[in-house]
């Protein structure tokens, strides 16, 4: 008998900016810093979620939190989602 294929986790990677913009949001107090943690931690086990959806011009997927976004990459070879951008929408397609 056959068993079932269980998918192993992605790894998070995250580049110093986007930890730098983080950190810079959980110092402001923003009532989403927590909703994109949990977002950024659900990308391990589904790095394409609903909503997700690949930039066009960038080699990035984007992932929508509130006012907020996280632009990432992603490697299926590897098993790696790489944060590289967290900023509100005003500012992250700058």
Do not use: C, F, W
Request: aromatic share 6%; net charge positive.
């Amino acid at each position: 008998m056959a068993t079932p294929h269980v998918p192993t986790p992605y790894t998070l990677l995250t580049l110093p900016a986007a930890r730098r913009q983080l950190r810079q949001l959980q110092k402001s107090y923003s009532p989403e810093a927590k909703n994109i943690v949990l977002g950024i931690m659900s990308l391990a086990e589904n790095p394409r979620p609903l909503g997700s959806r690949k930039l066009a011009n960038r080699s990035e997927m984007r992932l929508r939190i509130g006012d907020y976004r996280v632009l990432y990459l992603m490697d299926d070879v590897r098993r790696t989602v790489t944060i590289s951008v967290i900023a509100h929408q005003r500012e992250v397609y700058r």
